[in-house]
């Protein structure tokens, strides 16, 4: 069978999704996340890597940022149109976090989390979204302990 004819049987085909719903690999497509969605949850984890560094949990801080790291890399694969932007922020802005918190530098961490949240709000107007300003909020995620294990 040649590829265009199992190309046309996939399109055809319906897979289930375990919750009463057949859906076609198109429509399997169309619903993957875009920046709408994955960019509260970015704003959740940003929250408790700022906390967990200002307690200097830097174990908790190192998986708080790796995790928010795929998020932006799942948003940059979503949705192309963002990606260079997402890849120069990760370089330019994320990078030094992660660097802090190897040094385990609370100074040089509070630094470099401004100097995030202010570009990333930088970003926001880039994309036409500047009445999008994020912030830390002003207590401690209350869903974890953040205090440094021994
Ligand atoms: C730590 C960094 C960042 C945080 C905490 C953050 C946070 C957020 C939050 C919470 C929203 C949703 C607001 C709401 O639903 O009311 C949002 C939206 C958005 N952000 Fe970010 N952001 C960050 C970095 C970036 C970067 C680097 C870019 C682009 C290069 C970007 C592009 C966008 C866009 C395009 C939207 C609107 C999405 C849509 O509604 O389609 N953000 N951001």
Avoid at 23 to 37: K, S
Avoid at 75 to 86: F, M, Q, S, V
Avoid at 98 to 121: C, G, T
Wanted: glycine share 6%.
């Amino acid at each position: 069978m040649d590829e265009s004819k199992i190309k046309q049987l996939v399109e055809e085909m319906t897979f289930p999704n375990g919750k009463n719903r057949d859906m076609t690999i198109d429509e399997v497509a169309v619903i993957q996340p875009g920046l709408g969605r994955i960019m509260p949850e970015i704003g959740a984890r940003t929250w408790k890597l700022y906390y967990a560094g200002k307690a200097e949990n830097w174990p908790n801080a190192m998986y708080q940022w790796k995790e928010t790291t795929k998020l932006f890399e799942l948003g940059a694969y979503t949705r192309p149109k963002h990606e260079d932007g997402i890849e120069e922020y990760l370089r330019d802005d994320w990078a030094p976090v992660k660097k802090a918190i190897e040094n385990e530098n609370l100074d040089e961490f509070m630094k470099a989390m401004e100097q995030a949240v202010d570009s990333a709000n930088a970003w926001h107007e880039k994309k036409e979204k500047g009445y999008i300003r994020w912030k830390v909020p002003s207590e401690a995620p209350p869903d974890l302990d953040l205090t440094p294990r021994k």
